[in-house]
């Protein structure tokens, strides 16, 4: 059984900032697409940033120039920098791995809850 495991959500200030790691089996981290995902209540989950094995990145819209999403090859671990966090921020987030053949291999993490919130 794959496991990723995340760590780093808590609560915070509207503005302030939050770090969420997601440690990954080596040989899930150095070939497979990882990203983090984010449902809030009553919504749907969503794509928040995803990174490439080489590096390359990707962002939601509306956390693009706020949030970093990079990884630490040597660790096998990504990250998701989250700066000037808004209330609407706030929703479990998921870190998700995925590698497209056939069949689809697709891993998630437990979520860890974020909450920003004056």
């Known amino acids: 059984q794959v496991q990723l495991v995340e760590s780093g959500g808590g609560s915070v200030q509207p503005g302030g900032s939050l770090r969420l790691s997601c440690a990954a089996p080596?040989?899930?981290?150095?070939?497979?697409?990882m990203g983090w995902y984010r449902q809030a209540p009553g919504k749907q989950r969503e794509l928040v940033a995803s990174?490439?094995?080489?590096?390359?990145?990707n962002y939601a819209a509306s956390v693009k120039g706020r949030f970093t999403i990079s990884r630490d090859n040597a660790n096998n671990t990504m990250y998701l920098q989250m700066n000037n966090l808004k209330p609407q921020d706030t929703a479990v987030y998921y870190c998700?791995?995925?590698?497209?053949?056939?069949?689809?291999?697709?891993?998630w993490g437990q979520g860890t809850q974020v909450t920003v919130s004056s």
């Open positions: 998700n791995a995925i590698l497209f053949q056939i069949p689809v291999r697709d891993y």
């Open positions: 990174i490439a094995s080489r590096g390359s990145t």
């Open positions: 080596r040989s899930i981290f150095s070939s497979y697409l």
